[in-house]
């Protein structure tokens, strides 16, 4: 499903941190080979893009036109499981901000030994595929105790939101981590104890403020995978966003389908591509920033 | 600070994990390794070992995984180095970075369904190529068959394996290749005796989350397909869900061990390498 590492690679990419002297290869003509896979990208990613949208323009009655699109405003069944896994994005990403940056933090400044196993801990998820993840679980419903029942599977939002904080856990301690590192920890925590402020205060005014970049990029990230995951939602019978793709292309209504398709992932692209100049933008005058 | 004060502020992280990964995965493990009645047993395993279907469901998930990650590692670093070679902070860059990150991370159902669009029954480019006379449903392409899911998965292999390799090319410093033509080397010589080597770890490693990524897919196949794909994860899909045979639920869980069991060893894999790798790029 995912690619955890790859988010943390491409956060690094956005924070920075990469090293100042390049590859380069000589002169600055375009090459064949460079030109030769532009083209070859170009076919193939966006090829099958252009099809899909021309296909999403296509209406039931046969003209083009934006009625597909329309549907995710005018159509009941496609707007409350949009409305569930927006609401399921949110919180997800406030309980895995809640959760990793006071973690992060702790480790960095009283337990560096603990980094090794942070690693590992949180490397752990990938280990088991979504598909196995929801097979754990279905099978731990069966025998649960009515009270996780009632209280934690009955409702999509308890029900999601715990297991996709773990799944986005590989990525976001990274970014987290990278954020943290890049920043002058221990004189700013010194500072802002000194000055009598209480942890949580220190935490959320000074810390968080600092590593904003980072943190953004983990929630965005965390955001855009409740936004994706189909497998564990189809497997526990919950009825969101991508779920309600699948259900309406088995119904025959394939173009809604491909333009809910469309509108994910430009939507994402362009959340992406802005963060991408944002986290740019403040690497310039992070130093400033700091003390 | 030290001894049991340090690890005070890890523990709500800690006894997350352990109830919201743990859980899950104890279930799993817990549910391969006994009877209905929970006794202890491997028949389990054996028993999904000597099933035809499981077993053909392994090779298909394995030779999915290896040929869509070969082929997504060669055009992902192709592609990566060819974007590494423009201005860092350029347009092209920054573009093929967003792009790269929503494809390698929206892998599933989008997707799909715009291969579907493409290259379905109705697809848009099937209809296209009719015209010209190539008719590819008559060939036995169909985008449901492991083809088909192969090729989707290509496409967002590629743009994992540009996320992956960038930082490692982007690692190859100026400095060895300028020392190496001044000493005489040719291009291809520099090409084999410092950038491949210096880029192999790299590259291994990268490959090998490839192949651990499409192995634990399901979203594509679910969307294109629905669990009757022979592959590994629908069999868990259907094993749990369909009505199939009384016991099945042990056979799924079974196959989630043993699923788990091969990205363990990949991960390893990915981590030894992962350390030779940093040597020289870091």
């Known amino acids: ?291 | 600070m030290s001894g049991l004060g340090g690890w005070a502020g890890i523990l709500p992280f800690a006894a997350y994990v352990v109830v919201f990964l743990g859980i899950p995965l104890y279930v799993v493990v817990h549910g391969s390794l006994t009877t209905e009645s929970n006794q202890l047993t491997f028949d389990n395993f054996r028993q999904t070992w000597s099933s035809p279907a499981y077993r053909i469901a392994f090779k298909n998930s394995l030779i999915l995984s290896v040929w869509t990650s070969i082929v997504g590692a060669l055009f992902g670093t192709w592609l990566a180095a060819a974007v590494v070679a423009a201005k860092r902070g350029s347009l092209l860059h920054r573009f093929v970075q967003s792009s790269s990150g929503v494809l390698a991370y929206f892998a599933g159902v989008p997707l799909a369904f715009a291969f579907i669009a493409a290259l379905g029954l109705q697809g848009v480019v099937t209809v296209l190529l009719k015209h010209f006379g190539i008719d590819l449903y008559a060939h036995g392409f169909t985008i449901s068959s492991m083809t088909g899911v192969g090729l989707c998965y290509v496409y967002f292999q590629i743009p994992l394996m540009v996320i992956l390799i960038t930082p490692a090319l982007e690692g190859l410093r100026s400095e060895w290749q300028e020392a190496a033509l001044s000493l005489g080397a040719s291009k291809l010589r520099y090409l084999r005796h410092v950038a491949v080597p210096v880029l192999l770890p790299s590259f291994v490693g990268a490959t090998l989350i490839l192949f651990g990524n499409a192995f634990s897919a399901y979203a594509t196949a679910l969307a294109l397909v629905g669990s009757t794909l022979s592959i590994v994860p629908a069999q868990i899909d259907n094993a749990l869900n369909g009505n199939v045979l009384v016991g099945a639920d042990r056979a799924g869980l079974t196959l989630g061990t043993e699923m788990i069991i091969v990205v363990l060893i990949v991960m390893v894999g990915y981590l030894l390498v992962q350390r030779r790798a940093r040597r020289w790029l870091r």
């Open chain 1, 1 to 291: 499903m995912t690619a955890p590492l790859a988010e943390a690679e491409l956060m690094r990419e956005m924070i920075g941190g990469s090293p100042p002297s390049r590859f380069r290869w000589q002169g600055g003509r375009p090459r064949v080979w460079r030109v030769l896979i532009f083209v070859l990208a170009a076919i193939f990613f966006i090829g099958p893009l252009a099809a899909a949208f021309k296909y999403s323009l296509q209406q039931s009655d046969g003209s083009y036109g934006f009625g597909n699109y329309g549907q995710i405003i005018n159509n009941r069944a496609v707007r409350s499981p949009l409305v569930t896994s927006l609401e399921i994005a949110v919180i997800t990403a406030a309980v895995v901000i809640t959760l990793m940056l006071p973690t992060v933090v702790w480790v960095r400044l009283k337990k560096p030994k603990a980094t090794v196993a942070m690693e590992l801990i949180t490397l752990l998820p990938i280990v088991i595929p979504p598909v196995v993840m929801a097979a754990g679980l279905e099978e731990f419903e069966l025998n649960a105790p009515s009270w996780v029942i009632k209280y934690v599977f009955n409702h999509p939002l308890t029900g999601l939101i715990p297991f996709y904080v773990v799944l986005a856990m590989p990525f976001t301690y990274r970014a987290i981590d990278t954020g943290v590192r890049a920043i002058d920890l221990h004189t700013l925590v010194d500072a802002s104890r000194n000055l009598g402020a209480s942890w949580p205060s220190t935490l959320v005014r000074v810390v968080l403020p600092n590593v904003q970049t980072a943190a953004l990029g983990a929630m965005f990230l965390t955001i855009a995978l409740c936004l994706g995951e189909v497998v564990i939602a189809t497997l526990l019978l919950y009825n969101t966003f991508p779920v309600e793709m699948v259900v309406l292309y088995h119904q025959s209504q394939v173009g809604v389908s491909v333009a809910l398709s469309m509108f994910t992932l430009i939507f994402t692209f362009l959340v992406l591509f802005g963060l991408s100049f944002v986290a740019q933008r403040r690497r310039g005058g992070g130093a400033a920033r700091v003390v």
